[in-house]
């Protein structure tokens, strides 16, 4: 089962704009992580969130986490075009495994 | 470094036929896992290895699908007989030794069940 839920399902937003995602899981984690996925292609970890942190920084983009709340959100600054893809949280638990959302697809519009 | 190896990158096969896919992971990588995306979907964990013993396989079907990882090193996915729901993307990850937080996926080997 899927654990990790992101919102909203698509977003299309103009280069230069930011793009804000969100995640929200059920269960107590240990870490939180995002993933990019490029159409037809595999996934790139992004970024890993510990459940004792509260805010990450990784160029471009920001995580931030509210275990409180069971949820985490992706901002990425200034988008580009080679940002278009789709985007997904996966929560950790103690046994390691990795639980995906269904993803967040974003569109950069020239 | 060379990254997580899959191949077939595609395969198209008719119901009731078998398929096998192949995953190189990292080198060094002590777990493997092998994931199936259906499309709209996230990635779920079909079966877990660390070295060529099976740590995880609660979510894989046991009577179509078996994963073999023979010598901690490549591994194999089998699926027989297929059905039309196991049209899908197979992503192989791998872990570095002590890092099991963090995976690296290869590209995902298509498949359509027709």
């Known amino acids: 089962s899927q654990q990790g839920e992101e919102d909203p399902q698509a977003l299309s937003i103009q280069e230069g704009e930011n793009a804000t995602m969100n995640c929200s899981y059920k269960?107590?984690?240990?870490?939180l992580q995002w993933y990019r996925q490029n159409s037809g292609r595999g996934l790139v970890h992004l970024i890993l969130i510990r459940s004792n942190e509260r805010e990450k920084h990784s160029g471009r983009l920001r995580v931030t986490l509210d275990t409180s709340k069971k949820s985490s959100s992706l901002l990425i600054t200034a988008s580009r075009a080679a940002d278009t893809a789709s985007y997904f949280c996966a929560t950790g638990a103690n046994d390691y495994k990795l639980s995906f959302g269904a993803g967040t697809t974003v569109t950069v519009r020239a | 470094e060379a990254g997580v190896a899959q191949s077939p990158r595609y395969k198209i096969i008719e119901k009731r036929q078998s398929v096998a896919f192949w995953c190189n992971p990292i080198s060094g990588h002590a777990t493997l896992y092998w994931y199936q995306q259906i499309l709209g979907q996230g990635p779920k964990l079909l079966i877990q290895?660390?070295?060529?013993?099976?740590?995880?396989d609660s979510q894989l079907p046991k009577d179509r699908f078996s994963a073999e990882r023979l010598k901690g090193v490549d591994s194999t996915l089998k699926i027989q007989p297929a059905k039309l729901e196991d049209s899908a993307v197979y992503l192989c990850?791998?872990?570095?030794?002590?890092?099991?937080?963090?995976?690296?996926f290869g590209p995902g080997t298509r498949l359509t069940v027709l």
């Open positions: 990850a791998s872990s570095p030794r002590g890092r099991v937080d963090e995976q690296f």
């Open positions: 269960t107590s984690i240990n870490n």
């Open positions: 290895f660390q070295n060529n013993g099976v740590v995880d």
